[in-house]
């Protein structure tokens, strides 16, 4: 459990350093020229592919929404955006969140592993003292000290698995504050044409 929970943690931490360092990508897609020049800009400094989505999709499904004789120019413009931008959301929040489960079940469940071990390592030394007839402190103490080492074990892996579960829901919920506040000024953009900040 202490392998994957760490290597889940070193990967998830490596993509959660790179979402929020292109965070400021936004900004540099609002003060571009045109849209397909803030695209280009977007997927330069998106590196886990956070934010170029939502633009790249908005701007299809304003193009589709154009075309004559599809199911999509059916739809109003705003309308086909907006179920394209949540759809996108949905999809980012779903990669966010893939791996959280994992983390939370071991920071659940490892104490009470290490704590089964305990009852048995306590089990073993107390069936060695009966088995050898006689009670002294140092034919108990060893084995039950050596039988706490495991609901350590237990504690070691699960703290730092919960820690890095509380610290990947604040990212995760920080990035979806900012993908929502960018999806909401891309429809403004796209329906009617005012930038960000007019």
Not at 133 to 162: H, K, S, Y
Request: hydrophobic share 50%; charged share 15%; net charge neutral.
């Amino acid at each position: 459990m202490s392998v994957v929970s760490w290597l889940h943690i070193l990967s998830k931490s490596w993509s959660a350093f790179r979402i929020r360092r292109s965070a400021g990508a936004i900004e540099a897609f609002w003060q571009a020229p045109t849209l397909a020049d803030a695209i280009a800009v977007l997927r330069v400094a998106d590196a886990e592919r956070v934010y170029v989505p939502l633009a790249v999709q908005s701007v299809q499904a304003a193009t589709l929404s154009l075309q004559e004789g599809s199911l999509n120019a059916a739809s109003e413009r705003g309308e086909l955006i907006t179920r394209t931008l949540r759809r996108e959301i949905n999809r980012v929040s779903s990669r966010l969140e893939s791996g959280l489960t994992l983390l939370a079940s071991v920071g659940a469940t490892a104490p009470f592993v290490g704590l089964l071990g305990t009852v048995w390592g306590i089990y073993h030394a107390l069936n060695a003292v009966a088995a050898s007839g006689t009670v002294q402190i140092d034919r108990v103490a060893g084995p039950v000290g050596e039988a706490l080492i495991m609901t350590a074990f237990g504690l070691t892996v699960a703290i730092p698995a919960v820690l890095a579960y509380n610290a990947f829901t604040r990212v995760n919920r920080v990035t979806l504050a900012e993908l929502d506040a960018f999806a909401h000024d891309l429809h403004a953009y796209l329906t009617t044409g005012a930038r960000v900040g007019e």
